[in-house]
């Protein structure tokens, strides 16, 4: 027997409850209860694009959290293990987030301890050191890679000096000292530019001891940041020859419009069909019908200072040309006829599917919700993005393509390995 297929239903995109606190940062409540564990997200406003020289802000984040003014690296991680909780670190361009989870048996426990690491870190050349050691032995691995080599240069070429260009390199690791990063997170890691998030099973009890620890965050000045993007030679074709490789890396990309424009979210649902999921244009040619690739993606990214366009993939070095003919083939043609009822029936199909399966859980809630925050988009933006899936046609995606998606001969492409 078939199964029954249900449309999608009406969605509302379930936001949290707002918390006010004495020092004014916000915290937001995803509750869902009978988990027995809970997780704490302490955002803060400050990422790479802050940092005076690279790897600060990673660094600071990692060493921070391994020791405290009162103990030592070695009693916090017996700690953490004793209560059965963990922390995790993410750094991204413009944000850094600190998040903890607990059992709620002992979250009482591991709630000021992790405040403690945040709100007094040691700072101890100790654990810099050993942060250096890994940091720069892994990296000289990853250099070798071809896929990292055409990010590095597809970066530069398309940002320049400005922070979102700059790839960190081995000789970055010794320059960074305890002085520069504990200077970093005291300017950075403050209250006015926090955000606290909280989601799992929570009471009332957790949500004052949370209020109450955010209390020590300390407070601080804000700067308006700026980096002027200048990229006079983006576009065109590099190649980085290397030797002896089998495949070569693809990096294909322009400049666009950014989420805050009303086009934004036609293009992402016309990047979704171009090569946006499996049965994209890309894949059905460039991987099934052509056999160059066993992968290729795009993706719109949006960055306050830029948005743009990012198409990757790897193949076989002799076919890297014909390759690039077939994303210039594609790209040409969802610009010049619209694409048919059928496959835009699948494709909306996929994207509901994938939208329905964001939001299953209440971390994964809290998850999309630091999203809008870390990218300062309307907290309506899933719902305008569902109505724009359910009533995009044709002709609007062909409209969208001509204005502005950009042309393949505008592209930057980076190719690392080569191109016979």
Partial sequence: MRPTVKEFEDFKFKLPCLVSTKQGIPLYIYESKGLNVCRVDIIFSAGTYQQSMPLETEAAAEVMTEASEKRSSATVSELFDFYGGFIQKGVSTHYTIFT??????TFPKLLPLFFELITSPRFSKRDLDRFKQRGSESLK??????ENISYRIFKERMFGSHPYGVTPCVEDYSKLNTNSIRSYAKEFFVAERCSVVMSGDVSDNM???????????PSGK???EHHQITTPQMKGVEVKEIANVMQS???IGAFTINRQDENYLNLYILNTALGGYFGSRFNKTIREEKGYTYGINSWLIGLPDAAY????THTAVNFTKPLLLEVKNEIEKIKSSPISENELHQLRGYMLGDFARMFD??????DNFIALLTNNIGFDYFDKRIEAIKSITPEILLTTAQNFLPCYDD???VVAGGMK
Wanted: overall charge positive.
């Fill in 100 to 105: 903890l989870y607990a059992p709620n048996r």
């Fill in 141 to 146: 691995v990853a250099q070798k890679k071809v």
């Fill in 207 to 217: 949500i004052e001891l949370l209020s109450q620890n955010i209390l020590r965050i």
């Fill in 222 to 224: 804000v700067l308006n």
């Fill in 249 to 251: 890396s693809v990096r």
């Fill in 309 to 312: 366009l990012s198409i990757s």
């Fill in 361 to 366: 859980t209440c971390f994964s809630l809290a």
């Fill in 411 to 413: 592209m930057c492409i």
